[in-house]
């Protein structure tokens, strides 16, 4: 039997298939001729902060392991809280299928505050890496295990010429080992990596493999923890093991006070 993320990224394929049907990519083109340059991404979850660490702060209405995380789900006025509450960064999920996430979050959200946003889904074309710089997105997020290393590449240098920031996520040695020379800046463009907690084929989550692999890595190679984190001793744990940034959603996003669980993790 195919695991959860074979499944969702062959459902991606038929979607992605579908919606190219109503827009075509030269449509799509047409539509970026003129935006402005991304906001830098990059910069906002890796420079120094006071903090020890930046956070990039997940719009998550539902997921594969929690189900609905939140029922009143209001992603613009989630993302004004974060941005109030000191967020570097929004992460929005667009996935509809998996987590009731619309590409139309990232539009609405980008308009309402003023850092940058990464459209968190399951890109496997270059189709939706212009989908998304036309909605408005400043960073994506390319999942390795999801992409045959050429495809990951070029879907990276396409992203790179539409000024985007590209977010590559790992959970294992091998796909690190794959990746780690396409990470920083300027050689292949913006890029940073992203270590995922979770096991994208069992949905456990394991804060241990962001020690794990960022020991594997030169001290000045960009890492944002991903996933899992859910109390103020996690996020003292990773600015120990000296990640850039923690990309945070369902813990955020189940509390009723998204203010105050974002003042008891970050201060
Ligand atoms: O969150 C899931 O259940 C999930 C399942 C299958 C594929 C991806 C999944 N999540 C995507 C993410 O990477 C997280 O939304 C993100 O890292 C935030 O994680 P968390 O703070 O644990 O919500």
Redesign the pocket.
């Known amino acids: 039997m195919a695991n959860?993320?074979d499944q969702?990224v062959a459902d991606k394929r038929r979607e992605v298939r579908d919606r190219q049907t109503q827009v075509s990519l030269d449509q799509l083109k047409a539509r970026i001729v003129g935006l402005p340059r991304c906001r830098n991404f990059y910069k906002a979850v890796t420079k120094p902060n006071r903090r020890g660490l930046n956070v990039i702060a997940?719009v998550?209405k539902a997921?594969?392991?929690?189900g609905l995380?939140r029922a009143d789900f209001d992603p613009v006025a989630i993302a004004r809280t974060y941005e109030r509450c000191g967020a570097d960064a929004i992460?929005v999920?667009t996935d509809e299928k998996?987590?009731q996430g619309k590409l139309e979050y990232v539009e609405q959200v980008k308009q309402a505050v003023e850092v940058p946003v990464l459209r968190?889904d399951f890109i496997v074309d270059l189709w939706q890496v212009y989908e998304s710089r036309a909605a408005g997105a400043d960073a994506i997020?390319l999942i390795a295990d999801a992409l045959p290393p050429g495809e990951l590449m070029d879907l990276m240098i396409a992203a790179t010429e539409l000024t985007l920031t590209v977010l590559v996520?790992v959970h294992q040695a091998d796909a690190l080992l794959s990746v780690r020379s396409l990470i920083g800046f300027p050689e292949h463009g913006y890029s940073v990596l992203?270590i995922?907690?979770?096991d994208?084929t069992t949905?456990t989550?394991d804060l241990n493999t962001t020690s794990r692999l960022k020991g594997m890595l030169d001290d000045d190679v960009p890492v944002v923890a991903?996933?899992?984190?859910r109390t103020r001793g996690d996020v003292e744990r990773l600015i120990g093991v000296g990640v850039r940034a923690v990309?945070?959603?369902?813990?955020?996003?189940e509390h009723s006070d998204i203010a105050e669980k974002f003042a008891e993790l970050f201060g």
């Open positions: 959860i993320l969702i997940e998550k997921s594969p392991s929690a995380i992460s999920l998996y987590f968190k997020l996520e992203g995922n907690n979770r994208l949905m989550v991903e996933s899992g984190v990309l945070i959603g369902q813990t955020l996003c």
